[in-house]
Every structure is written in C-alpha cells, then in structure tokens.
C-alpha cells in the first residue's frame, strides 16, 4: 500500500491495525469516530496541527517494511 496525503485514514487502518500507534503519536486519539475514518491525513493533520508529510513518510515506511 502506498500512502499520500490524500488517503483515507479508515482506509489505512482497515488493511493494517498496527499502523495506529503512529496516529495516536500525532495526537490523532480520536481513530474509531466516524468522522476521522473518513477523513484524509491531510484533513486530519490540519485539524491537529501535524506535518501531513512526516506521517506520510512513516506510514509509507512502515507499510514498506512488510
């Protein structure tokens, strides 16, 4: 799975669960609402104040590591 800016978090989440704690790092504690499953990291690092890129890295990271 490659991750961009424009990818939806519940999308993410749904192919892998372990990927969480990198939301959660970000101040992203809100990962079962409905709204944040539909949200982008994009929208959702805009409404917490976080570098959309530096958890676009770690996330395409982590997913590569699989």
């Known amino acids: 799975m490659t991750i961009t800016k424009n990818t939806v978090i ?5 192919t892998d669960g372990g ?17 944040s499953r539909g949200e982008t990291i994009e929208e959702a690092c805009m409404v917490h104040g976080t570098d959309p890129d530096e ?7 982590y997913f590569g590591n699989k």
């Open 19 to 35: 990927c969480a704690p990198f939301f959660l790092e970000m101040g992203m504690h809100c990962l079962g609402c409905p709204a």
């Open 55 to 61: 958890l676009v890295a770690q996330l395409n990271e």
């Open 10 to 14: 519940g999308d993410i989440l749904d």
